[in-house]
């Protein structure tokens, strides 16, 4: 269940901001609440609070249950995905940096040019399987998320 950039691409939406994260704040304060909150207890992830919100909707509406967020920390504070298991069991990150940014700068029109690392993962909790991936620059991190039920 690897992320791969055609999967990527087609669950991004060019409902991103056009303009620079750290310029343009999407949703106000009680919205970036309430998007931190949706994220945290359906994924068991926790995220900085300095949050930029790109983009938080239902995903398929034939399907409840999926959703997508897009959002923009600042650093210093960073984004740790959970480790993704391989067959052995084994914890690994895997690392496609081209991949990820040319998602964000064609469909957030978005330009990403000291891109310093990224990091995909998936995994499962409270019923819901999740994809994500995380584009770290020297000024913060681009994160996206999907949220799938189980079938």
């Known amino acids: 269940m690897i992320l791969s950039l055609m999967f990527v691409t087609s669950?991004?939406?060019s409902s991103c901001s056009k303009?620079?994260?750290t310029i343009k704040v999407g949703f106000s304060d009680p919205d970036k609440t309430k998007v931190l909150s949706d994220?945290?207890?359906h994924s068991g992830m926790i995220?900085?609070?300095?949050i930029v919100v790109l983009e938080a909707r239902e995903g398929d509406p034939r399907t409840p249950g999926d959703f997508r967020w897009t959002i923009y920390s600042k650093a210093p504070n960073r984004i740790d995905?959970?480790?993704?298991?391989?067959q052995s069991?084994?914890?690994y990150l895997t690392n496609r940096p081209d991949d990820a940014i040319k998602v964000?700068?064609?469909f957030c029109k978005i330009r990403i040019t000291n891109a310093t690392a990224c990091f995909d993962s998936n995994w499962e909790t409270n019923k819901y399987d999740f994809q994500a991936f995380v584009v770290r620059t020297p000024d913060g991190d681009?994160?996206?998320?999907d949220q799938f039920p189980q079938l």
């Open 89 to 91: 069991g084994a914890y």
């Open 104 to 106: 964000l700068e064609v």
């Open 81 to 86: 995905l959970p480790p993704v298991r391989d």
């Open 47 to 50: 995220l900085p609070r300095n």
């Open 39 to 41: 994220i945290e207890s």
């Open 11 to 13: 669950i991004i939406s």
């Open 19 to 21: 303009e620079q994260p």
């Open 142 to 145: 681009y994160f996206h998320l």
